[in-house]
């Protein structure tokens, strides 16, 4: 069954998706990670993108759904996880019909619910490494690398997100409010939603997903 995640900022779809995608052979498509690395190729667009992202809003939905477009195509008969769209209900329409072309419809939408000061400090101590994207917590000892500031897998510098400062955080967050969180509507009335408690470790949230998936004995 694919997966597609709905969630506030920082709810933890990166770390869930990153766990479900080693453990069980799923593709994660995360199109936070699609625009950064379009960032770290200091291209023009990449450029745009930084401005954007930096200020808390959503990049265009043209643009964003190119990307996941090609990244659908690529995945030929893998699973997949889609992290980060849809974002909008635009994005959510846009995707029905993309599934209907590429004749996708074993897919689940998992809404990730978070308290906001949880996500706010999820965000705030957020690092990811510069080199394969891994991502550590300095506020949660079960999140910390083994050595300070570098990477456990393959030993990159770990930085803070540009994003994942207080003003950016909140603009992301009501961002969500106003925009993403319709698209939970629209996946209930499509029998497709399911709730998951985010609100404690990743872990917690991995059992009740993988009770959902049938999965929770593997
Ligand atoms: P988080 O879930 O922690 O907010 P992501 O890594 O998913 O972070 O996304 C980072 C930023 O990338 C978002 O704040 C937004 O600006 C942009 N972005 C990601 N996915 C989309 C999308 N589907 N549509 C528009 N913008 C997006």
Redesign the pocket.
């Given at each position: 069954m694919n997966i597609i995640f709905v969630?506030p900022?920082?709810a933890g779809?990166?770390t869930i998706s990153s766990l479900l995608a080693s453990n069980y052979d799923y593709k994660h498509i995360?199109?936070?990670?699609l625009?950064r690395n379009e960032i770290k190729t200091g291209s023009k667009l990449g450029t745009e993108l930084q401005e954007?992202?930096n200020k808390?809003?959503?990049?265009s939905?043209e643009l964003?759904t190119e990307m996941l477009k090609k990244e659908l195509t690529k995945k030929e008969n893998q699973k997949f996880i889609l992290?980060?769209?849809?974002?909008n209900v635009e994005?959510a329409k846009v995707l029905t019909t993309l599934f209907t072309k590429l004749k996708i419809n074993d897919y689940i939408v998992l809404y990730l619910e978070v308290e906001k000061e949880i996500a706010q400090k999820r965000?705030l101590g957020r690092i990811v490494c510069q080199n394969c994207g891994s991502t550590y917590n300095k506020y949660f000892s079960e999140c910390q690398p083994q050595k300070e500031g570098i990477c456990d897998k393959c030993q990159g510098i770990l930085i803070s997100r540009t994003?994942d400062n207080e003003k950016t955080f909140n603009k992301?967050f009501d961002t969500y409010l106003k925009v993403t969180q319709p698209v939970l509507d629209y996946y209930k009335k499509l029998d497709k939603l399911k709730i998951i408690d985010s609100n404690q470790t990743a872990f917690t949230a991995l059992e009740s997903i993988k009770r959902i998936l049938g999965v929770e004995n593997d």
């Open positions: 969630a900022p920082a779809k990166g995360s199109t936070g990670d625009i954007v992202i808390g809003e959503l990049v939905d964003i992290d980060g769209y849809p974002r994005q965000a994003d992301r």
